[in-house]
């Protein structure tokens, strides 16, 4: 039989209904901050991502899934979504500040690890048309407001300002004069980057290039007047927020466009992949797509990662859902009639499809995480009133039919 590519996963039963969950909070949390959807095609140009990139980038070296169409087409699946939403911007012909959130798979050729599939998912938030440090704020209380509404309590923000198109040239000649004398202590890739992308030189995670970058230069020391202004601006704006950070003066990421600010947040939980969420800000990555100027400052954040850090028993308050034992097969078609009366007053009902024992069924409904179980059988049709054991705490009511619905669902609130 085939199967399913290597780094690609399916989603099934619970673990679909997990993945709805949070995508549910993620809209809320992005539309109630003022975000709205943005969708785009799962392929693009190639070039789009070789000019936003970068050539050297591993994203464009190692990592992109690009084909010819049939019309002899250069296309790439869409490795990440920012230079997608840049081009979506021009594209519609919009002008002025719009903010941006989008949920969507990302394709990168890359070894399989602990949610990091080859086919992955993430949330992303863009801010664009504006350079004002006000928007690299609510950019980041956007993903710590989302995190912790998720359930995520200790949350860690790093921080850095890696400069800007007047200060970086001069950083760049300071990392590669650091380097040069121990060129033959980096890795392959970092050998390669000292010529092409010094600053990706403090992003291997190698053990031979680990203790080099420790003492090499660092960026907010080679900021020029503009950019220290711009980064100690949204310092002080975090700390009126209450959002705790710390400075990491090895922090870039792992794309060409970045700019002045960037950031990462972590979750203790994860161990060596704490990361659940980056990113920063891109000023000049419009123009290098040939779209004119536009300041964007934007984060990404994998969604399968983010479930593994919330473990696989999460289940929000209020999540109603009944599950309707059947005593024989006979009873299905009426249990059936019941449950869609139900589902028209607002609950979420399933009914037992298979022969299986009543012992069997209360498993189920234990195992796959509903909140109550009702047995329904022919005393239960011929009475019209349920016994409802509410998995929660154990304990059982018997409850009329007719007002079941209305009954679990305020009880479901905490009413």
Request: neutral net charge; contains cysteine.
């Amino acid at each position: 039989m085939v199967q399913r590519p290597r780094g690609t996963a399916d989603v099934l039963g619970p673990e679909a209904q997990r993945w709805q969950r949070v995508e549910s909070l993620a809209r809320r949390v992005c539309e109630r901050a003022g975000f709205s959807e943005v969708r785009t095609p799962t392929f693009e140009a190639t070039e789009l991502f070789t000019h936003s990139s970068g050539e050297s980038s591993d994203v464009v070296q190692k990592e992109m899934y690009s084909f010819t169409d049939r019309g002899g087409r250069p296309l790439t699946l869409r490795p990440e979504s920012t230079a997608s939403v840049v081009r979506a911007y021009h594209e519609a012909g919009l002008s002025g500040v719009h903010k941006f959130y989008y949920m969507q798979a990302h394709f990168r050729y890359e070894r399989p690890q602990k949610g990091r599939l080859r086919e992955h998912h993430q949330l992303g938030c863009e801010i664009l048309g504006t350079d004002a440090p006000l928007a690299d704020a609510e950019l980041i209380a956007a993903a710590w407001t989302f995190l912790s509404a998720a359930g995520l309590s200790d949350l860690s923000v790093s921080l850095n300002s890696i400069g800007d198109r007047v200060c970086r040239p001069a950083y760049r000649l300071a990392l590669q004069a650091y380097y040069r004398p121990h060129r033959d202590e980096l890795c392959a890739d970092c050998q390669r980057r000292l010529e092409d992308n010094p600053l990706r030189l403090l992003d291997c995670k190698r053990e031979s290039c680990q203790a080099l970058k420790q003492a090499a230069p660092k960026s907010r020391q080679h900021l020029c007047e503009a950019c220290q202004q711009h980064f100690a601006q949204v310092c002080q704006l975090l700390d009126e927020l209450g959002i705790r950070y710390r400075f990491d003066d090895l922090l870039v990421r792992g794309l060409d466009y970045y700019t002045r600010t960037v950031f990462v947040i972590t979750h203790s939980a994860l161990g060596a992949q704490s990361e659940v969420c980056g990113g920063g800000r891109y000023d000049q990555l419009s123009e290098v797509i040939g779209g004119g100027a536009l300041p964007g400052v934007g984060f990404g954040l994998g969604l399968e990662r983010l479930l593994i850090t919330l473990g696989e028993g999460d289940q929000p308050a209020g999540s109603t859902r009944l599950y309707l034992a059947v005593t024989s097969p006979q009873l299905q078609g009426p249990a059936l009639a019941l449950a869609m009366q139900l589902r028209g007053a607002g609950l979420t009902v399933e009914v037992e499809l298979a022969d299986r024992s009543l012992k069997a069924q209360f498993r189920r409904a234990d195992k796959e995480g509903f909140s109550h179980v009702a047995v329904f059988g022919p005393g239960e049709q011929a009475s019209r009133h349920l016994t409802v054991r509410h998995l929660a705490d154990g304990s059982e009511s018997t409850e009329p039919m007719a007002d079941l619905a209305g009954i679990l669902l305020k009880r479901g609130s905490g009413l």
